[in-house]
Nanobody
Framework: QVQLAESGGGLVQPGGSLRLSCSGR??????MGWYRRAPGNQREVVAQ???????NYADSVKGRFTISRDNAKNTVYLQMNSLKPEDTAVYYC???????WGQGTQVTVSS
């Protein structure tokens, strides 16, 4: 069974940066995604990356977030820059092909 684990969350001031990592038994052939759920909201897609490295982003994070993958390390990253308070959420990675989720990591943007 695919197992995923996120790391890298934390508390950061507005305008700051964080890099999230998702590691585990990640197939190099599968599309991977980052999602988030803010308090009171439904989980939403943030970014996705295919096995060939093609990426797409939610409009709310375009130009600020970058998704990438290192297949040799079985890791997917989410570089988050220019963070805003509205980016506060629990962030999850997902194997889109197998439909498997990680446990999530909390990101809090606050001064």
């Amino acid at each position: 069974q695919v197992q995923l684990a996120e790391s890298g969350g934390g508390l950061v001031q507005p305008g700051g940066s964080l890099r999230l990592s998702c590691s585990g038994r990640i197939s190099t052939f599968n599309t991977m995604g980052w999602y988030r759920r803010a308090p009171g909201n439904q989980r939403e897609v943030v970014a996705q990356i295919t096995n060939t490295g093609s990426a797409n982003y939610a409009d709310s994070v375009k130009g600020r977030f970058t998704i990438s993958r290192d297949n040799a390390k079985n890791t997917v990253y989410l570089q988050m820059n220019s963070l805003k308070p509205e980016d506060t959420a629990v962030y999850y990675c997902k194997d889109e092909n197998f439909g498997v989720w990680g446990q999530g990591t909390q990101v809090t943007v606050s001064s």
